[in-house]
């Protein structure tokens, strides 16, 4: 059982900067993703970015270049470097475990940090 703890989340001014991090405790070995996802009142949830235990990042389009995610795999802990925020990146953020091991495929999720951004 793995279980992962954020933060980091705060209240921010547009154009400013915030580091989320995500600290998991358990196993966590051989392939997986740890990620963040983000949920707005009222809308999904949706990818916010993503790094592989094999050292590939995605992000989702219109954070990439001002959003970075790193992983420090001594320390299982994952981190969301974010730049030039925007209102629009108000939201719980959420992290994200995927263990895509064989016979251990399961998805784990934090309680969420709250990110506000004022215009």
């Known amino acids: 059982q793995v279980q992962l703890v954020e933060s980091g989340g705060g209240l921010v001014q547009a154009g400013g900067s915030l580091r989320l991090s995500c600290a998991a405790s358990g196993s966590i070995f051989g392939v997986n993703t740890l990620g963040w996802y983000r949920q707005a009142p009222g809308k999904q949830r949706d990818l916010v970015a993503v790094a592989t235990s094999g050292g590939s990042t995605n992000y989702a389009y219109g954070v990439e270049g001002r959003f970075t995610i790193s992983r420090d795999n001594a320390k299982n802990t994952v981190y969301l470097q974010m730049n030039s925020l925007e209102p629009e990146d108000t939201a719980v953020y959420y992290c994200?475990?995927?263990?895509?091991?064989?016979?251990?495929?399961?998805?784990?999720w934090g309680q969420g940090t709250q990110v506000t951004v004022s215009s």
């Open positions: 994200n475990y995927r263990d895509l091991n064989p016979m251990r495929i399961a998805t784990y």
